[in-house]
Nanobody, 115 residues
């Protein structure tokens, strides 16, 4: 079992920055991968960024060059640094982890970007 707690969401103007944090209840070394997804109203939940246990990362095309996923293994925390935010980045952002054969989700944190 893994508990994930996100934080760092909020309201920001277009062009601004936010950093999301996802604290895991156990060592992130044992996770196959961790990632950030987002879901806007009326839309499906989509992958934003992902980092594997080996440190490889991948990003949605829409955020490449603006968002960076990273991790602090000592704190069991994964981050999403979001720069040059756009109104279309507005969504609920969810942290997830792939541990063994299961996928776990956090409760989500709202990010709102005003124009």
């Amino acid at each position: 079992q893994v508990q994930l707690v996100e934080s760092g969401g909020g309201l920001v103007q277009a062009g601004g920055s936010l950093r999301l944090s996802c604290a895991a209840s156990r060592s992130i070394f044992v996770m196959n991968a961790m990632g950030w997804y987002r879901q806007a109203p009326g839309k499906q939940r989509d992958l934003v960024a992902r980092i594997t246990s080996g440190g490889s990362t991948n990003y949605a095309d829409s955020v490449k060059g603006r968002f960076t996923i990273s991790r602090d293994t000592a704190k069991n925390t994964v981050y999403l640094q979001m720069n040059s935010l756009k109104p279309e980045d507005t969504a609920v952002y969810y942290c997830n982890s792939d541990y063994g054969s299961r996928r776990y989700w956090g409760q989500g944190t709202q990010v709102t970007v005003s124009s």
